[in-house]
């Protein structure tokens, strides 16, 4: 039954409901019956629902400039009636990350450390709209506002889509798309959660209720998300509500009108639910002039209905954070002793400590090489970062990295407006020698980074430092090799060159050091701290290494080749011997090079026939070969 009478109709309207849509616009059968659910349930009530400026998969508007657009379409209707006594957020999918951002929005940044993305101009709004308080909730229907990712476990149609979504998203040469700032981890989500956490912590008054509806088959989102909520905000401002025989999109089919039957059963289920959520009384003790719609609680779930455990507590207690984070090729135990290191030499200082030692997993060196596996590592870290900000509300953040740990810390302060932390130590680090420091002391920051340089890090000096020359594409460098070279201001110290090789700098000669310098606030860590340690110069082999470090990093692509091209013609029937002497046969008329290559040639060609002499076993058997060490090298070196 249609909530309210009649003669409402005939009023001024005095609510205004704001429905976003997802990635994608809905298709305009389902998006009518749904509007007219709305509308017949809230008549009262304007319904604000235009297509986002999101047209397809490989658009490019940036996610917080169409929250810059609601924003300026919220603003029109208030100038066309101030009246509004209640404004209600309602996203679908991507609509729900969109719905919080237009509320954080519609608050302006003024008076919250979090800053606002340039992209889309979200940083011009600083002071709160007029209508702000009028929001009142925000209503989602299957919101995935910590970010889409494909799983293994989810159906295998939508694992595909999801792969192939991510793929599309990594190597577009048009610019960043729409869909992949909606991804786990990605900036446009990572801020997003960082600027509501900031927001809860200074503004608590002004935090409205957040309604999750859920269906039971949906495999998008997961249950026990809890949207940035501490276990004190659950029981008042954070809501559950599971939606039976429902995937992610068929929460939109609410109109009775159209169904008969077990259908017809689900779409009434669906509608008396979303009626629940839209109008339902969110306290117990608050009055609601729809007595006949039950309270939200009485149909939410508990949360421990939903997962194993609640969130952990905040500890605003808590005054500092270390994170320690490991590199390729390390399972990280050293990082939970170096952790317990730093926090018992900031208790004796009357300081109460955390630690971050989460792992990411074993990390192979070919996977590492490639940028879009590091983003992912990087969406990762910025995804505990999140959990930690929310977690202790009243800390200051310091971060200890090896390796790639030291890549994570360097791409997070440079592509994520919250992350902050103050006091860091590189070890072996794969950063660009010209990372800009300067810039870090203002966005994120940054009051003192300590460098460790070895005197013998091959690792460094062949792969990260060659890399470097790639430019943004590798986006790594040898500042474990050579140290950082350009706009370096005066809080980076080098601690060069310590004796040993890539793991010298986490060694536990170091680790008081390293202790020192994140938890006193005027350390001075000098190589005179520590004789018989360091050198005053590197080997002449290892500077060599890393001058040459382009050429053979040339060389090994040239060998993954050939070794990849022979696994293909192997698995063809054809010998890859065979395919290259004649090719060199065509260079033998050359007058320089000529008795060179047929000499190449004859050589390749009797290479080739002793090899087609094998028999077939052989070639089966070297074909098992090239996969294991093709797995070796993806996955163990």
């Not at 577009?172 to 912590?201: C, H, K, M, Y």
């Not at 029981?235 to 109109?255: G, K, M, T």
């Not at 994520?416 to 794969?430: D, H, I, M, P």
């Amino acid at each position: 039954m249609a909530i309210g009478t009649a003669n409402d109709a005939h009023h001024r309207k005095s609510k205004l409901v704001v429905f976003l849509h997802g990635i994608r616009p809905i298709d305009r059968e389902r998006k009518a019956t749904f509007l007219e659910a709305l509308a017949a349930d809230m008549p009262n009530a304007e319904i604000l629902a235009r297509d986002l400026p999101i047209s397809s998969y490989i658009c490019t508007v940036a996610a917080a400039g169409i929250a810059v657009t609601v924003i300026g379409w919220i603003d029109e209707k208030w100038q066309e009636n101030i009246g509004y006594e209640e404004i209600i957020l309602v996203g679908h999918s991507a609509g729900g990350a969109l719905a919080r951002k237009v509320f954080l929005g519609a608050w302006g940044q003024d008076g919250r450390r979090v800053p606002y993305e340039k992209s889309g101009d979200f940083d011009k709004l600083q002071t709160p709209k007029e209508w702000a308080p009028k929001i009142t909730r925000i209503v989602m229907l299957a919101g995935i506002v910590a970010g889409w990712q494909a799983s293994g476990r989810q159906r295998w149609l939508a694992f595909l889509g999801l792969n192939m979504a991510g793929l599309l998203g990594h190597f577009s040469p048009i610019g960043n798309l729409t869909f992949f700032e909606f991804r786990r981890g990605a900036p446009f989500i990572i801020n997003t959660r960082l600027q509501w956490i900031d927001f809860v912590r200074n503004r608590p008054g002004h935090v409205v209720p957040v309604i999750q509806m859920l269906g039971s088959i949906d495999d998008i989102v997961a249950p026990n998300e809890t949207l940035d909520f501490t276990p004190a905000d659950l029981d008042h401002a954070f809501f559950v509500i599971e939606v039976p025989s429902s995937n992610h999109l068929q929460l939109l089919d609410v109109n009775r009108n159209l169904a008969q039957g077990e259908v017809l059963e689900r779409q009434e289920k669906r509608r008396e639910l979303l009626t629940i959520a839209l109008l339902g009384a969110v306290r117990d003790a608050q009055s609601t002039p729809f007595p006949s719609v039950r309270p939200v609680k009485s149909v939410a779930l508990e949360f421990l209905m939903l997962g194993d455990s609640r969130p952990p507590p905040a500890e605003p207690e808590v005054k500092h954070v270390v994170f320690v984070i490991h590199g390729i090729r390390d399972d990280g135990f050293w990082t939970k002793k170096l952790a317990t290191h730093i926090k018992l030499l900031g208790a004796k200082n009357n300081q109460c400590w955390r630690s971050i030692t989460t792992s990411y997993g074993y990390f192979a060196m070919l996977p590492f090489i490639f940028p879009w596996i590091r983003r992912q590592k990087v969406e990762w870290l910025m995804d505990i970062y999140a959990q930690a900000a929310l977690r202790y509300p009243e800390a200051r953040f310091h971060y200890v990295g090896h390796s790639n740990g030291t890549y994570l810390c360097a791409a997070a302060m440079r592509d994520y407006r919250g992350c902050f932390f103050e006091r860091v130590v590189f070890a072996g680090s794969v950063v660009d020698p010209k990372y800009p420091w300067p810039e870090r002391v203002g966005d994120s920051g940054v009051k003192a980074v300590m460098n460790y340089v070895a005197t013998r890090d091959w690792v460094v000096a062949l792969a990260p430092n060659a890399l470097r020359h790639g430019g943004k594409f590798f986006d790594l460098g040898g500042a474990g090799h050579v140290g950082f070279q350009m706009s370096k201001p005066p809080f980076v110290t080098e601690m060069r060159y310590l004796i040993g090789q890539h793991s010298a700098g986490i060694k536990e000669e170091r680790w008081d050091e390293i202790a020192r310098f994140i938890t006193e606030t005027h350390p001075a860590p000098t190589t005179a701290a520590a004789p018989g340690y360091f050198l005053e110069h590197q080997p002449r082999d290892i500077r060599l290494l890393g001058w040459l470090s382009p050429g053979i990093a040339a060389i090994l692509v040239m060998l993954a080749a050939v070794i990849f091209l022979e696994l293909l013609f192997a698995a063809a029937g054809s010998s890859f011997l065979h395919y290259l002497s004649r090719g060199l046969a065509k260079f033998g008329d050359l007058p320089l090079a000529g008795g060179f290559m047929t000499t190449a040639s004859s050589t390749t060609e009797v290479l080739s026939q002793w090899w087609q002499s094998w028999n077939p076993v052989f070639d089966l058997i070297f074909l098992v070969l090239y996969t294991k060490l093709f797995r070796f090298i993806t996955t163990r070196f």
